[in-house]
């Protein structure tokens, strides 16, 4: 099998475990289950496209399809390297903002009340019916449409209420395929992601904090560490983490059905779910691993199990398998993929989830 | 006059069928404390037993007098056999129509209640979120069987199956449709008011409260737990059925999968039971009147004209958006202010009422809830 077969399953399964990571994030320090968490993910990809699409009306920016080289490489890149840069920038800090106002707006005055870890659980979904209806205001605001409408006689076509925008794909080549940006960019993200978290939760002072505040709270505030404003800065890193994620949605136009709010509660909230509890809850880098774990069982074992089995429409139950992978976990190893001790199983020879 | 006909219509239904459904998860999530977020896949289940199986047993019975009707035709040409049967068959058989309301509805229960003794399998060794990600997980990967079995819920996630018309042999099938929906919602507030002061109902309450105590006193809190399981999930069946038959709402004509999507029915049921109080079954009523009368009447139908308004004002919204935005924005708050002013609900869980409580009550001197009785 080439490389390109790959190439969607692997954009999807980064997308996943860098949504996973951030529910995982929020659920080690404060002990709730984001339900709010996707969200983010399209509040922060809409927020970009506005930025991008009025930077592209302001400054006239028509689109460079033309293979460029540099230093032997050949890329397409159709619009200009820094229009990426700010809407990458904006899409993480949109999405590191909304989560710190859930974190300090609605969950600790409620946490404050003394609710119980599934009402809160139940305000950050009310919190996510409101991200819904401020995104359905949102995109159909008189200037954005007028924007949208400018910029489609600029670089195309522009339906900024589905979130169709023809940010058409960088590409760069590798071998003798040439990769879609977003789908390298998606990888890339997801190990540097996993690098820098194990790094800052193993070797900085903050990570030692984290974990001290998330191992005993009351001992961590006795000697002296802030431990709202530690929660708060894992709350913003989860936000910022899935405001990346959603800028990559950007341009993986058969994945934008995901985040759309037009249908508000796709399936990708159970898969990103999924990826967490698998990969294990209470484990950063475990739930990084679940996500991709899910993804590639969604988007690459259930195909290769439907061609094997000449079952085609056996590609449509691919959430069922992640369903099963949820159990499985659950039932069996309740911390997740990321709690089994390897080493013993190689003495005692018992066989590992599938 | 006709308008206002179809609004009380409207309401009613909504109302009724939302109150059914709250109360059976009520009965999980308040009464039990199991946090059921697969709520949404047992009332599929309803839907399903009318969309499909009392679909096929009517053709099975008009295929020998109606030309065009075969039983294989409920799936492989779902929208013609049922428009032939909705006009020619349904309509002129009253008895076999009742029959069919009462076999669907004994089914949906059936079958709600044996998907919800499954489901209570893992909610037997699970607690809290983890028990309420994998219900959800559940039923997410049970509507996507749903959805693509065409053999359960015809061909595409957005067509879905037509309904049988069951109440057509009436003078106004609409009228008849409300009455039903509301006469079942009061079975089962009858229903579970019982069950709120009869021993099983205070056995739920109390092994939610202390699981320790009551196998202390030599019950099984695993049947326990699996019982309300059950009686909830056929409650939502049932509901499902009901909703299935009812014209209003977007069922009766089609029931489309994607109808039974978990914002609609789990996380409004929710909502609604967080509104009106947990283990409250007259709270749920209460909260289940006020949303589907705010709902329906002013969101729904003066949104438009609010949106409107503002649309003059310059800020440039699309009504049409601005109407599903005030939904959302409308339950989100929902959940979000009563949690924060009321956690109890507007009508907190009332004591047991239970016999000898009763005799109490008549002897001696009334105690300040029980005057009105």
């Known amino acids: 099998m080439g490389f390109a077969a790959f190439m969607a399953p692997l954009y999807y399964a980064s997308i996943l475990s860098l949504l996973s990571v951030g529910i995982t994030l929020s659920y080690m320090t404060t002990k709730v289950f984001n339900f709010a968490h996707v969200r983010y993910a399209t509040v922060a990809a809409y927020f970009a496209a506005a930025t991008m699409l009025t930077l592209i009306v302001h400054h006239h920016i028509t689109l460079n399809a033309a293979t460029r080289t540099i230093g032997g490489i050949q890329y397409i890149m159709p619009l200009p390297g820094w229009i990426y840069v700010v809407g990458f920038v904006v899409a993480s800090i949109v999405g590191g903002l909304v989560s710190i106002f859930l974190y300090y707006a609605i969950l600790k005055p409620l946490e404050r009340k003394g609710l119980p870890p599934l009402a809160l659980m139940i305000s950050t979904l009310g919190f996510d019916f409101l991200l819904v209806a401020f995104l359905f205001i949102f995109m159909s605001e008189k200037p954005i449409i007028n924007l949208a409408a400018k910029a489609s006689s600029i670089i195309g076509t522009v339906n900024f209420a589905s979130l169709g925008l023809d940010f058409t794909d960088a590409y760069i080549r590798i071998g003798n395929t040439m990769v879609r940006g977003s789908v390298l960019g998606a990888l890339v993200l997801a190990v540097v992601t996993t690098i820098v978290l194990t790094f800052l939760t193993r070797k900085t002072k903050l990570g030692i904090m984290m974990r001290s505040s998330i191992e005993n709270p ?17 709350w913003f890193l989860a936000g910022l983490i899935a405001g990346m994620a959603g800028f990559l949605l950007l341009f993986g136009t058969s994945f934008l059905k995901f985040i759309s709010p037009t249908s508000p509660y796709n399936s990708i909230v159970v898969s990103v779910f999924a990826g967490s509890i698998v990969g294990g809850i209470f484990n950063v880098e475990g739930s990084i691993g679940g996500g991709f774990l899910i993804g590639l069982i969604e988007k690459w074992f259930v195909p290769w199990l439907a061609a094997v089995l000449s079952m085609p429409s056996l590609i449509k139950y691919n959430k069922v398998f992640s369903m099963f992978a949820v159990a499985l976990t659950l039932l069996f190893i309740p911390e997740g993929l990321a709690s089994i001790r390897f080493s013993k199983f190689r003495k005692k020879k018992g066989g590992g989830e599938a | ?7 009380a ?8 069928i939302y109150y059914i459904v709250s109360i059976g998860l009520n009965l999980k999530a308040g009464h039990m404390g199991i946090p059921d977020f697969g709520h ?35 799936i492989a040409s779902n929208t013609k056999t049922l428009t032939i049967m909705n006009r020619q068959f349904f309509p002129h058989h009253p008895f076999l129509d009742i029959g069919l309301i009462i076999l669907a509805l004994i089914l949906s229960t059936l079958l709600g209640g044996f998907l919800g003794w499954i489901a209570s399998l893992p909610a037997l060794r699970l607690r809290g979120e983890f028990l309420a990600i994998l219900l959800l997980t559940v039923a997410e ?4 069987i749903f959805t693509y079995t065409k053999s359960l819920m015809g061909s595409t996630p957005t067509v879905g199956l037509s309904t049988p018309a069951l109440f057509s042999w009436t003078h106004n099938s609409g009228v008849a449709a409300t009455v039903f929906t509301i006469i079942m919602a009061l079975i089962v507030y009858a229903f579970v008011e019982r069950l709120h002061n009869s021993p099983a109902g ?3 309450r109390a092994a939610r409260d202390d699981e320790d105590a009551t196998e202390a006193l030599g019950k099984n809190v695993v049947t326990v737990r699996r019982d309300a399981m059950i009686i909830g999930s056929a ?30 029915w789990t996380f409004w049921p929710w909502a609604l039971i967080i509104l009106g109080g947990m283990a409250s079954n007259k709270g749920t009523g209460l909260a289940t009147i006020i949303v589907g009368v705010s709902l329906i009447w002013p969101v729904r139908l003066y949104s438009f004209k609010v949106a409107q308004l503002l649309h003059a004002s310059a800020l440039g919204i699309n009504p049409d958006q601005f109407a599903n935005a005030l939904e959302y924005a409308f339950i989100g708050l929902i959940i979000l202010i009563v949690q924060a002013s009321l956690p109890r609900g507007i009508i907190p869980e009332p004591p047991s009422r239970t016999l000898p409580f009763e005799k109490y009550a008549k002897g001696r001197i009334l105690p300040p809830e029980s005057k009105k009785k």
Request: hydrophobic share 60%; no cysteine.
């Open chain 1, 218 to 234: 009351n001992l961590a505030l006795v000697l002296g560490v802030n431990v709202d404003r530690v929660f708060a800065i894992a």
């Open chain 2, 9 to 16: 219509e409207q309401i009613l239904s909504f109302i009724g």
């Open chain 2, 235 to 264: 409650l939502a069946g049932i509901a499902g059925t009901v909703y299935a038959l009812n014209p209003f709402l977007g069922g009766g004509s089609v029931a489309a999968v994607s109808i039974f999507n978990r914002v609609w």
């Open chain 2, 202 to 204: 205070r056995l739920f």
């Open chain 2, 141 to 144: 990967g049970l509507r996507v």
């Open chain 2, 40 to 74: 949404a896949m047992f009332f599929a289940m309803g839907g399903i037993v009318v969309g499909n199986i009392v679909s096929h047993l009517a053709a099975a019975v008009a295929a020998k007098s109606i030309p065009g009707v075969t039983v294989a035709g409920v």
């Open chain 2, 1 to 7: 006059m006709t308008n206002f006909v179809i609004l």
